[in-house]
């Protein structure tokens, strides 16, 4: 058995073999010690440990295994014939304060980039990121759960500036069936501060979208998000649980009429700071709730300009960005959703404006439902300030919750059905290497033949002969190949016929010598992901 120069070449797979040792009769062999730019070198020290063990007369029968067996059952082999887990990473809003949060976001446009960093890392083959304002998940197929893990908080921490130490006290983890459970839960809305809402089906439509063509979001990681979507519609459709749902917007209206008196609802004056989705739903709310003038601060006027015509009979006056600070001044209730990356208002920018009206107390309100966040924590030193976040929306969230919950409990009998199908899914997708060898190996026997058989009919057939022996060999292998491929094949959603479908792969792979080709084929794929 010749050492496969694919052994070389991946880079990963080097680096999780310099964490491990083989142990021979004759010692330790580090791993180490195999130059990963000699194979010379490397095929050297296997034939000196074979010189070695053959030399050994007191070592047992059953120990005189060549060290490249030992090098085949050792951890790179591990490594490449188990297969490999679904991992994610995560901070939301019921595990960490918005502070981290907000340190740890990554703005969409950084999405891919932050795939190829993460497949970057030694133990991680695909990646994925969530990033929204109530959370930051990192989803991920690692070789090693362990390291895997590892690598990806030491990343968080690297990017985001905050100890890994504070990242592990917020931080949560779920492998395989439950990471699975947990997307499906996230896109159904039921982990949401918002039960139901509908905002979190983007936002994973989002990722998918995003994850198109960037080389790192794998057929894995992909599978498990587009699954996602489906169970997010099946769970909205089936169960109603939207149904009189509370959005984050919709929320922070709510929150801001909750702290003003009734009797000045209707002559408030309310600014919006950011015209995108969340802005538009934060001005179809105040609408709903009998609003009839407001002033949007935004970038550019044309957002503005189409939310005006869906809302005809309505104010909505269009202010430039340059001109917030004295729009806010005119303001008693001012909501920022933009997606700054540092506070629009701080201590130095508040304090300097006139107090609001009498009729709401002359304190004004700030309802910043963005994460990296928009108002500074500072601002609540002021004493006509006070700042309200996407944490402090629980409030309202609570007296809605209880109906939604009761939905949510028929929401979960839908997740664990569709959590069954995409495991599945994953396990049928082992049989593929094998189908591919095995149609590999008969066509090198069947060229073989062919050849020997043409080089004893000589020189003079003719092409029409030489075609329908071409022909002929194809056929009896491809006869021969149906029965096989026929019970390699399944969608996964029968349990019992992937059990036997998954025993006929491994009848095959020992019948035939396919485990090897398989795992050079692993070791190639891992490295020209390397390359790319």
């Known amino acids: 058995m010749a050492v496969s120069s694919a052994f070389v070449a991946c880079p990963k797979l080097e680096t999780v073999l310099n964490h491990h040792k083989l142990e021979t009769p004759f010692g330790l062999i580090g791993v180490r010690a195999l130059p990963s730019n000699n194979n010379r070198s490397r095929r050297g020290l296997i034939q000196r440990a074979?010189?070695?063990?053959?030399?050994s007369e007191s070592a047992p029968n059953a120990a005189n295994i060549s060290a490249l067996e030992q090098l085949k059952n050792s951890a790179a082999d591990r490594y490449t014939k188990e297969r490999s887990s679904i991992v994610v990473i995560g901070l939301s809003i019921h595990t960490a304060p918005v502070e981290m949060r907000e340190k740890l976001a990554i703005p969409e446009a950084e999405w891919p980039r932050a795939i190829a960093e993460l497949c970057g890392l030694n133990h991680i083959e695909e990646a994925a990121v969530l990033s929204t304002c109530n959370r930051m998940e990192i989803y991920v197929l690692a070789l090693s759960q362990h390291r895997g893990v590892k690598e990806v908080?030491?990343?968080?921490?690297?990017?985001s500036g905050i100890p890994v130490s504070e990242i592990c006290q917020h931080r949560f983890l779920l492998y395989n069936k439950d990471a699975t459970q947990h997307i499906f839960e996230v896109s159904a809305g039921l982990d949401s501060l918002v039960l139901g809402e509908g905002q979190i089906l983007a936002q994973v439509k989002q990722v998918v979208k995003v994850g198109q063509g960037v080389n790192g979001f794998g057929r894995n990681i992909s599978g498990l998000f587009k699954h996602a979507i489906t169970v997010g519609k099946r769970v909205r459709t089936e169960t109603n649980i939207a149904a009189g749902a509370v959005s984050v917007s919709s929320a922070a209206v709510e929150l801001a009429l909750m702290k003003l008196p009734e009797?000045?609802?209707?002559?408030?004056?309310?600014?919006?700071?950011?015209?995108?989705?969340m802005g538009k739903l934060v001005i179809k709310h105040l609408?709903?709730?009998?609003?009839?003038r407001m002033v949007v601060v935004n970038r550019s006027e044309e957002r503005v300009i189409a939310i005006r015509e869906e809302i005809p009979g309505v104010e909505v006056v269009y202010r430039p960005l340059d001109e917030m600070l004295a729009s806010a001044a005119e303001a008693d209730v001012v909501f920022t959703s933009t997606a700054s990356e540092t506070p629009l208002f701080l201590k130095e920018d508040v304090e300097t404006l006139p107090p609001a009206c009498p009729e709401i107390g002359g304190v004004r309100l700030f309802v910043d439902i963005s994460v990296p966040r928009n108002v500074g924590s500072c601002v609540n030193e002021v004493e006509t300030a006070r700042v309200y976040n996407v944490d402090d929306l629980k409030e309202v969230?609570?007296?809605?919750?209880?109906?939604?919950?009761?939905?949510?409990?028929?929401a979960q009998t839908i997740i664990a059905e569709e959590s069954n199908q995409f495991e599945a899914w994953r396990d049928s997708l082992e049989t593929v290497?094998?189908?591919?060898?095995?149609?590999?190996?008969?066509?090198?026997?069947?060229?073989?033949?062919?050849?020997?058989?043409?080089?004893?009919?000589?020189?003079?057939?003719?092409?029409?002969?030489?075609?329908?022996?071409?022909?002929?060999?194809r056929g009896i292998v491809n006869r021969f190949l149906h029965g096989p491929m026929q019970h390699l094949r399944c969608d996964g959603s029968d349990s019992r016929t992937l059990s036997e479908t998954l025993e006929n792969m491994h009848a095959l792979n020992r019948m035939y010598g396919l485990e090897k080709d398989i795992l050079e084929e692993k070791l190639k794929a891992m490295t020209s992901g390397q390359q790319k």
């Open 50 to 55: 074979r010189c070695e063990l053959s030399a």
């Open 153 to 159: 908080t030491e990343w968080m921490s690297k990017t």
């Open 263 to 277: 009797s000045s609802h209707a002559s408030a004056r309310m600014l919006i700071i950011g015209a995108g989705k």
């Open 287 to 292: 609408v709903a709730k009998g609003c009839t």
């Open 397 to 410: 969230v609570a007296a809605n919750k209880e109906d939604r919950l009761r939905k949510a409990m028929e």
């Open 433 to 473: 290497p094998t189908i591919k060898k095995l149609r590999a190996y008969a066509e090198r026997i069947r060229m073989a033949e062919l050849e020997k058989c043409m080089s004893k009919m000589g020189d003079d057939i003719n092409k029409k002969t030489t075609r329908a022996v071409d022909d002929l060999s």
